[in-house]
């Protein structure tokens, strides 16, 4: 058994100020001793640190009936700025936002589909992220860290991120030191799933007391599960790999190397595939940027009624039903929530149809309390929620910026 020492106490109580803050802030210092569930000497002196250091600032006053006023506390916006990434396998669009998690600037550049080899990717984010502070007129002292959600399997055991991305030819890149090595900035890097899972702990609709999956549908599939707020991790963090499980035994090939994984059947290249194969307009080559185009046109021919892609949406309602009704077997979630480009493009008309699949095969009494829904948090929730990973570390930290400087 490890002893707390009181510097452990000091942390524990300034980090458990700062979540009662970003949770219910702002809120007078009365309330933060009592949510917070520290004694008021303990508040009044963590509050006046972390107002002192900038962390916290005032922000306003309760009306008083007579008394004295009380003033309320809350995050300081300005106290820093975070950069979070979503690392597309056709673009990547970094954001910048405050202490508050307020987006205030995005930049959005095109990934070259013929380099994208690992030095070739850092470069091109680190060119974004200098664009990004540019514009907005940011320094780059100011920024606390940079989180990047990424399409690939991202293994943390030995201390070092770890990026396998098969389908981009990716085998254990670095690349969180890539990335700190061209910025100069604190950089952690995470799977998209998650990232995403993360986002919608903090901001979405999933409730502390629940259990939520959260499905990622883009070019890539995956899910992060999160037990009362918090993401599974697993052993080595790549916990989540749903695309990758298998649900045609010696099925399609799927980019990860193996055959019938869920995400070769309802990943974005091969429902446009499908779409193609039913005589729809593609608007240009399959693959790629290719997808996004093919993409957009099934969801529009099936929003006018058009019966072919009714039929392909049906079909890819009958696997994604099927990767569903594991989630919910194994998991018993109370959630499912679907995001990701392709899941909220084609989600409204794509849910129902997967509802149906899903409860045809589930055991019921886990589907029958189960609420199945669509990601309310859009498609830029991928670099949101990185960027909250780096808020998060920051507070777990107690507000140390020291503690973000080695990853
Ligand atoms: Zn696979």
Request: glycine share 14%.
């Amino acid at each position: 058994m490890t002893r707390r020492t009181t510097r452990d106490v000091r942390l524990a109580n300034r980090a458990s100020v700062l979540y009662t803050l970003r949770r219910e802030g702002p809120i007078s210092r009365q309330d933060i001793a009592v949510r917070a569930g520290v004694s008021a000497a303990t508040a009044a002196n963590v509050v006046g640190q972390l107002l002192e250091e900038g962390v916290l600032g005032e922000a306003g006053q309760l009306p008083s009936n007579g008394g004295r006023p009380a003033s309320l506390t809350g995050i300081n916006p300005r106290y820093g700025a975070i950069v979070g990434i979503d690392l597309g396998e056709t673009a990547v669009r970094l954001e910048l936002f405050d202490l508050a998690l307020q987006r205030t600037a995005e930049v959005e550049l095109p990934v070259g589909a013929d380099d994208q080899r690992a030095e070739a990717i850092a470069d091109l984010v680190a060119d974004g992220v200098q664009r990004l502070l540019d514009g907005a007129g940011v320094e780059r002292e100011r920024v606390l860290g940079l989180g990047v959600g990424v399409p690939g399997i991202v293994e943390d055991s030995s201390g070092t991120t770890l990026v396998h991305a098969p389908s981009i030819g990716w085998e254990g890149v670095p690349l969180a030191t890539l990335l700190a090595e061209r910025t100069g900035l604190p950089s952690f890097v995470s799977n998209g799933a998650k990232a995403l899972g993360t986002a919608e702990a903090w901001f979405g609709a999933a409730g502390e007391d629940q259990d939520v999956m959260v499905c990622l549908i883009g070019t890539g599939v995956g899910a992060s599960f999160l037990q009362h707020g918090a993401v599974y991790r697993g052993a080595s963090a790549s916990a989540g790999e749903w695309g990758h499980t298998t649900l045609v035994l010696d099925g399609d090939p799927c980019r990860c190397g193996a055959h019938g994984c869920l995400e070769a059947y309802v990943g974005a290249p091969a429902i446009a595939r499908r779409w193609l194969a039913a005589g729809g307009d593609g608007g240009e080559p399959a693959g790629g940027h290719g997808d996004e185009a093919a993409i957009e046109r099934l969801a529009v021919a099936a929003e006018a009624g058009d019966e072919r892609a009714l039929g392909v949406l049906r079909e890819t309602a009958r696997y994604l039903g099927a990767g569903v009704s594991d989630l919910v077997n194994l998991i018993n979630p109370d959630r499912v929530v679907v995001g990701g480009w392709v899941g909220l493009r084609l989600g409204p008309l794509l849910l129902p149809l997967v509802a149906e699949q899903a409860g045809g095969r589930a055991l019921r009494p886990p589907f029958e309390q189960l609420t199945l829904d669509l990601c309310r948090l859009g498609p830029d929730a991928v670099a949101l929620g990185a960027a909250t990973m780096i808020v998060d570390r920051f507070f777990a930290a107690g507000g140390q910026r020291a503690a973000l400087a080695a990853p």
